[in-house]
């Protein structure tokens, strides 16, 4: 093995391994290893402009014998070698005369190390495993690696971010992560050390990642090189701003994403959407966005409205934005084999292919194949035919679902990308499906992009993407779920983010629990970034089967609108609406510094309060913005709750009125008509 410095970089030559550690940004190192002749060049999320940071590059020459040689046992044993050092801003990179890299703050603090086991006698690890942190396994007559990596385990540590799971724990130390995506999950690979760094695994293979308590391992079963980012800061929003800037920061949210979206299973028709905006415009409610959701088409991949149910999409369009409303469109990703544009998809080589199978992706109200989003070609296909059926009607915002994408069977050694096998990228898919209609809405000019997506990856953020958190159960433990969901989404990058109110799967609308689910749900939707009422609100299979041409036509489930819960949680309802619209000028500041510097718009407490050690360990509570901490009921039949109030702070129960001190716990009313909430130091806000 022999290290050497090389165009700003460290590089680690070991027969036909390499490896590069360099520069990637303020206080961040990029590091990649390939066991081919020539570095894979993907760049993946880390494709933004970086600003250019020259390394301090240092060797230092160790000698076992040395009494002043310190940290190291065994010293009786002759051993020398040298040990490379490499420093941008306030990380530094160590790699010993072994090849094993640990990362270092400015003050010289351990903050990871590779994991490594073997018998070398200077190393505090010293066994007989022969076990390494790097490993790169060719495949049996094939050009890709099963890639592992290994890193050291720690008993303080603890890991947040890494995207959205379906689990309860908002600290992920001691989980095993499936890395890909599924309807509701969204592997988003990065995540913030409570030991002051932060790590991206920029790689969207196939894989999982396990935060044990003896090791952290990442692995990927086919991949073409290792690849990661680290970066170093005193406090949270400083790593966070360190990452975002080399992956990508949201855009501008436009105005109508502060306010209300309401939606449901499925308008089935132009009028019966235009009478909900109607009735919510007569009772002077506040509504932003309305969603015309699937099957407004005929067959899955017309990408247009289906002539019986929307006869005039121009006057609906025309009429939402008199009543100030924005018009927001499904698209879906999956070519029904009977689609007018499935010969041409196919014949240019549009369609994400299968290496065996039937070559059928989805068999969901129709025989599908899935549009293959990294093909930079198929990517303009699809959007024209929006932008001829829908752009040009006056709609610029569109819900982009079924983006993971949701394959019948998740095997993903069957499917080929554009870009490659699905093993090796198919993570990219989501990213891919909103980068489409980003290129090609702002092609039109458009300014403010905004759309609604079921999955997103590591830089989605930047192609204006609103993530949900996908078909969910109507529970309060679900909530509990989306709860922590959407912090570690915030934490991994992905700031837009909103669940459907009320949960997706079940919700009877005349059930006593389910409504005081949703009147909850709603309060705590208020207060996330994007506040939008969905769900298919069962029995929804009940209603007549349809039928146009002999295409079978989805039906839709029970009303979902704020008037549809009863007399009594339709004023609670109401008045969280116009809580909302006070926010609003709350909202945007945040939402500006949100996409200036990539702070968060929700954010666990230890982001504002990484001095408190408390912080750390709260998981039900968080602040919304720099002024509100939010403390949300998730449990049925709660009249009131603890709260913990970090310290450092004053803080203002916005409903009794009544101040604390920071850094104590308190028990507080909560009302069916009230959720928890905190004013910081006396800031200005009349919330109830």
């Not at 992706?361 to 599908?368: D, E, P, R, S």
Request: a negative charge.
């Amino acid at each position: 093995m022999k290290v050497f410095c090389e165009n700003n970089r460290l590089v680690i030559k070991n027969g036909n391994s390499q490896v590069w550690i360099e520069p990637w940004g303020e206080n961040s190192l990029r590091v990649r290893m390939t066991a081919q002749p020539q570095m894979d060049s993907h760049d993946w999320a880390l494709c933004e402009p970086v600003k250019e940071c020259v390394a301090q590059i240092r060797k230092e020459t160790v000698d076992a014998t040395d009494p002043w040689y310190k940290g190291e046992e065994y010293s009786h044993y002759h051993q020398t070698g040298d040990n490379y050092y490499i420093t941008n801003g306030k990380i530094t990179a160590k790699v010993d005369y072994e090849g094993k890299i640990s990362y270092f703050n400015q003050n010289g603090e351990l903050l990871t190390e590779e994991y490594w086991r073997n018998r070398n006698r200077l190393n505090r690890y010293c066994t007989s495993l022969r076990l390494g942190a790097r490993e790169l396994k060719c495949s049996k007559g094939g050009t890709d690696f099963e890639l592992i990596a290994r890193f050291e385990a720690y008993d303080d540590e603890k890991i947040f971010g890494m995207g959205q799971y379906q689990e309860m724990h908002m600290n992920k130390k001691g989980s095993s992560l499936e890395l890909c995506h599924r309807n509701s999950q969204s592997s988003v690979p990065f995540f913030m050390s409570s030991r002051g760094y932060g790590f991206l695994w920029n790689n969207p293979a196939v894989g999982t990642v396990t935060f044990g308590m003896n090791k952290t391992e990442w692995y990927s079963k086919s991949t073409q090189k290792l690849d990661y980012f680290i970066t170093a800061g005193d406090t949270p929003d400083e790593i966070e701003q360190n990452y975002t800037a080399v992956v990508g920061r949201a855009p501008k949210m436009p105005e109508y994403g502060l306010g209300y979206w309401q939606c449901k299973l499925r308008y089935r028709n132009q009028e019966e959407l235009l009478n909900v905006a109607r009735e919510h415009k007569r009772r002077g409610l506040p509504m932003d966005a309305i969603v015309v959701d699937f099957f407004h088409w005929t067959r899955q991949g017309d990408f247009k409205f289906e002539p019986r149910d929307w006869p005039d999409p121009d006057a609906m369009v025309k009429e939402l934005k008199e009543m100030g409303i924005e018009t927001v469109v499904s698209v879906w990703p999956t070519i029904d084999e009977k689609s007018e544009n499935f010969g041409e998809m196919a014949e240019n080589g549009y369609l994400v292919s299968t290496d065996r199978a039937n070559g059928l992706h989805m068999t969901w109200m129709g025989n599908t194949v899935f549009f293959d989003a990294t093909h930079p070609d198929a990517q303009k296909f699809v959007w024209e035919k929006c932008k001829e059926n829908y752009y040009s009607k006056g709609i610029r915002t569109f819900w982009l679902d079924e983006a993971e994408p949701e394959y019948d069977s998740y095997e993903f050694d069957i499917y080929r990308y554009y870009a490659g096998t699905a093993l090796q990228c198919t993570n990219i898919y989501p990213l891919m499906y909103a980068k489409g209609f980003y290129d090609g809405l702002k092609a039109e000019g458009e300014k403010e992009i905004l759309s609604l997506v079921r999955c997103a990856w590591a830089g989605s953020q930047k192609y204006g993407v609103l993530a949900w958190s996908g078909d969910i159960h109507s529970s309060f433990r679900a909530m509990r779920e989306q709860f922590q969901a959407g912090l570690n989404m915030a934490i991994a990058g992905i700031p837009w983010w909103t669940s459907d109110i009320g949960g997706f799967i079940g919700g009877d609308i005349s059930d006593k629990s389910f409504r005081e689910l949703l009147v909850r749900w709603f309060q705590w939707g208020a207060f996330n970034p994007v506040f939008r009422m969905h769900g298919e609100r069962s029995p929804w299979y009940e209603r007549e089967v349809e039928f146009i041409n002999g295409v079978r036509q989805l039906t839709s489930g029970q009303d979902n609108e704020v008037w549809s819960f009863g007399e009594d949680n339709y004023e609670i309802l109401k008045k969280f609406l116009f809580i909302r619209e006070k926010l609003r000028p709350y909202i945007r500041k945040t939402m500006d510094l949100c996409s200036e510097k990539g702070t968060p718009v929700m954010r666990p407490l230890f982001y504002d309060f990484y001095n408190d050690k408390q912080a750390w360990e709260i998981e039900d509570e968080y602040m919304f913005g720099s002024d509100i901490l939010v403390a949300p009921i998730m449990e049925e039949g709660a009249r009131e709750r603890s709260v913990y109030l970090p310290e450092g702070a004053v803080w203002t129960d916005a409903y009794t009125k009544q101040t604390y001190q920071g850094g104590q716990r308190v028990t507080v009313p909560a009302p069916i008509e009230i959720i928890p909430v905190f004013i910081r130091d006396n800031a200005e806000f009349d919330i109830y």
